[in-house]
């Protein structure tokens, strides 16, 4: 276990953190970054990259599932258990846009340039919105094989992502499939199996790797879609084999959420639903580096910020905790040892 480490408390939520989303860089020279957490209260808030409280979006009725940033930070998307999906101004707080659904929203995901939202959830379904013709039907993106049932996942969708380098989308679900979007021709182009329920995935931008976990396996993807004869997820990479661009690892826990770091790529963060630890383990071999008790409760999601410095975490017992890469070295409100 690593030496005694204290991390920062971000409190103010009442009911359990089920999702965290940092911001990209605003600045390279700087230090300069937001925060947004879903949680279960029905309030999601945005902070600054001290993790000071900026402001909370009120509006939802039910739990928020996910919360999303724009590139440029003007702009955030919510999804939630009150069956809609709304977008604001997060200079003001207001709402933009309200979208409803006929079911839970789990996960969104807003287009680089704010013009387009992507959701889903409960319904099987993902939507695409023109932001610009918010009173416009969206479209919808169904699987290849959809049939007559018009879904695009036979299971509720837990996570969407949007590929900012190109016109694409990448989807996970209940049913245990992976699936790869185009979004100018709203075609599904590939996809693969796993053979876990997904617990989430979350998108490392710099890294364009997908960060995926099911069960005990922590799976790192590439964005832009594995090889056309990869249907289904690889087994663990051997440890006397160099990992190649999808990489596998077998942990001893359930692995609730995975991160990796956005600049060394050397390490991954992770959480799991049957302790309150975070963990830091080695990319190549998934060694356990470090080990953190701060959490009450399981943790449910946790993510590096984009300069890689630190890494927020979320958990049941309702608080986000800031913890530092490199303890002891002056960052934020963290002084120098």
């Known amino acids: 276990m690593a030496a005694r480490f204290i991390p920062l408390t971000c409190s103010g939520h009442t009911r359990p953190v089920v999702q965290l989303s940092f911001s990209q860089l605003q600045d390279e020279e700087d230090p300069n970054y937001l925060l947004v957490s879903s949680c279960k209260d029905g309030n999601p808030m945005l902070r600054d990259w001290t993790g000071d409280w900026i402001g909370t979006f009120i509006g939802h009725k039910g739990a928020v599932w996910s919360t999303k940033l724009s590139a440029d930070t003007s702009k955030a998307a919510t999804g939630s258990a009150d069956f809609t999906a709304k977008v604001w101004d997060t200079y003001t707080g207001g709402v933009l846009h309200s979208f409803p659904h006929n079911h839970i929203v789990r996960t969104v995901s807003i287009s680089p340039n704010a013009s387009h939202l992507l959701t889903a959830g409960h319904e099987k379904k993902i939507r695409l919105f023109d932001l610009a013709k918010p009173d416009a039907e969206p479209s919808f993106l169904y699987k290849r094989d959809a049939g007559d049932a018009k879904v695009s996942h036979d299971g509720t969708i837990k996570s969407i992502v949007w590929d900012r380098a190109r016109a694409m989308a990448v989807s996970c679900g209940d049913d245990k499939m992976v699936r790869w979007w185009d979004l100018r021709s709203q075609q599904e182009t590939h996809s693969m199996s796993v ?69 060394w790529g050397d390490r991954f963060v992770s959480g799991s639903s049957d302790d309150p630890w975070v963990r830091v383990h080695g990319y190549q071999h998934g060694e356990e580096r470090e080990m953190y008790k701060g959490h009450h409760g399981p943790v449910h999601c946790i993510e590096y910020s984009p300069d890689g410095e630190m890494y927020a975490s979320g958990s049941e017992d309702g608080t986000i905790r800031l913890w530092q890469t490199t303890p002891g070295k002056a960052y934020g409100l963290w002084r120098a040892a």
């Not at 922590?218 to 832009?224: D, K, N, T, Y």
């Open 195 to 263: 053979p876990d329920p997904i617990t989430s995935m979350e998108l490392s931008v710099p890294m364009e790797t997908l960060c995926l976990t099911a069960g005990k396996t922590v799976a790192f993807i590439p964005l832009e879609a594995p090889p056309s004869n990869t249907s289904a997820l690889p087994t663990p990479t051997r440890s006397d084999v160099e990992p190649g661009p999808l990489h596998v690892l077998k942990l001893p826990y359930n692995c609730s959420s995975a991160s990796i770091h956005p600049v």
